[in-house]
């Protein structure tokens, strides 16, 4: 069976973006970059909601054609397409690099990919994560702090019927005060 991790840059207090879809606080240093990079190299699947979708996919496809892209960027661009990638969504009607889309029921579909055993999966996304978590399929959550206060736009976590309990696995720094922690659910 597969391993489904929520992983998202977040604020200290809880949003993994501000008000308006802003994600200018969250600027990954060197080190961290390529720590995301690392991620998506790793990853066998990754699951994302319409939004998110859209802003993976209006820079990514064609970053490492960009003046001034630098070597990592180069290298994320291309790990970022080659990755097997779903999209969920009833607006959306086309994607593309390595993508397939999802237009019905999201919990059904990730149960299903789930089920696999096919590498691991990410989910990114704050609705599609909301409905995983609520059905208790997420298996890891990584927040990656960043020391900044937006005060309100999207929560990483959503609200629960009932307690999830987690069981710290890994804690990392990273510059500029950025500290990683990675949870296991405990089943």
Same mark, same amino acid.
């Given at each position: ?5 929520? +992983? %998202?840059?977040?604020? &200290? ?7 308006? @879809? ?7 240093? /060197? ?50 397409? +080659? %990755?097997?990638?779903? &999209? ?7 994607? @593309? ?7 019905? /029921? ?82």
């Amino acid at each position: 069976m597969r391993n489904l991790t929520f +992983a %998202m840059n977040v604020s &200290v207090d809880g949003y993994i973006a501000a008000p308006g @879809d802003d994600l200018g606080w969250s600027l990954p240093s /060197d080190e961290l970059f390529q720590w995301w990079s690392e991620r998506v190299r790793a990853t066998g699947l990754a699951l994302y909601g319409r939004k998110l979708w859209e802003t993976m996919s209006s820079h990514w496809p064609t970053a490492d054609q960009q003046p001034g892209a630098t070597p990592a960027h180069i290298e994320y661009a291309r790990r970022w397409r +080659a %990755m097997p990638k779903v &999209v969920f969504s009833s607006t959306t009607s086309t994607v @593309d690099w390595n993508t397939r889309l999802v237009t019905g /029921d999201a919990v059904t579909e990730i149960t299903r990919l789930k089920a696999d055993d096919d590498g691991s999966m990410d989910i990114a996304g704050a609705t599609l994560a909301a409905a995983a978590m609520r059905s208790g399929l997420i298996d890891e959550y990584v927040m990656v702090t960043h020391p900044v206060l937006v005060g309100g736009g999207t929560p990483f976590f959503t609200a629960l019927d009932h307690w999830v309990k987690l069981n710290l696995v890994e804690t990392r720094t990273f510059p500029d005060g950025v500290i990683l922690t990675r949870y296991e659910t405990r089943r």
